[in-house]
Nanobody, 123 residues
């Protein structure tokens, strides 16, 4: 089982920035891809960004150019730098791991979904 601890959410004005962190531990030997997901009220959870060990990244169209995912393998931590935030970015953000990007896209993930971290973009 993969253990995850997300942090860094908060309230920010439109155009502002936040940096989310996800510390992971446990059964990490099979984890190839780490991803950030979000779920807005009344909407389905969506994958917004993922990264594999060689540094290859993928982004949802809605966040391209504004969000950057990175990974510190030594610290078993994944980050999501969010810039130029918009009200539509308001959601609970979760991280999780999988065998690869395609698995994350199907939400075939290694850990149960935790509390996540709330991001609210509002003036």
């Amino acid at each position: 089982q993969l253990q995850l601890v997300e942090s860094g959410g908060g309230l920010v004005q439109p155009g502002g920035s936040l940096r989310l962190s996800c510390a992971f531990s446990g059964s990490i030997f099979s984890v190839n891809a780490m991803g950030w997901f979000r779920q807005a009220p009344g909407k389905q959870r969506e994958l917004v960004a993922d990264i594999i060990p060689d540094g290859t990244t993928n982004y949802a169209d809605s966040v391209k150019g504004r969000f950057t995912i990175s990974r510190d393998n030594a610290k078993n931590t994944v980050y999501l730098q969010m810039n130029s935030l918009k009200p539509e970015d308001t959601a609970v953000y979760y991280c999780n791991g999988g065998y690869g990007s395609a698995w994350l896209e199907r939400e075939e993930v290694f850990s149960s979904w935790g509390q996540g971290t709330q991001v609210t973009v509002s003036s």
